[in-house]
């Protein structure tokens, strides 16, 4: 199996910057696309972001294009969510995941492993 530790959430003024690391461990951590999704109170998990197995592919949300960059370290093991310009709107419990689909997707049902999830909540 592979297990995924997200780390960095926390508390930040609106137009902040927030930088989220999602640590794994188990299987070849360079088989599998990444992903971010991100959920707040209420409301269903909406897809943030995703990369490709090699790093060299990424797909955003229109909501935080321009915004947010996903990037990953194999080496390390390790996926990134730099986030810039933050809004009130971002702040939700973000999960990173890994899925068998090369080029990663948007399709929450396409993962097959998740993190346990990071607060992140954006003042105004």
């Known amino acids: 199996q592979v297990q995924l530790v997200e780390s960095g959430g926390g508390l930040v003024q609106a137009g902040g910057s927030l930088r989220l690391s999602c640590a794994a461990s188990?299987?070849?951590?360079?088989?599998?696309?990444m992903g971010w999704f991100r959920q707040a109170p209420g409301k269903e998990r909406e897809f943030v972001t995703t990369?490709?197995?090699?790093?060299?592919?990424?797909s955003s949300a229109d909501s935080v294009k321009g915004r947010f960059t996903i990037s990953r370290d194999n080496a390390k093991n390790t996926v990134y969510l730099q986030m810039n310009s933050l809004k009130p709107e971002d702040t939700a419990v973000y999960y990173c995941?890994?899925?068998?689909?090369?080029?990663?997707?948007?399709?929450?049902?396409?993962?097959?492993?998740w993190g346990q999830g990071t607060q992140v909540t954006v003042s105004s």
């Open positions: 188990g299987r070849t951590f360079s088989n599998y696309a």
């Open positions: 995941a890994a899925t068998g689909n090369p080029y990663g997707s948007s399709r929450s049902t396409e993962y097959i492993y």
């Open positions: 990369i490709s197995w090699h790093g060299g592919r990424t």
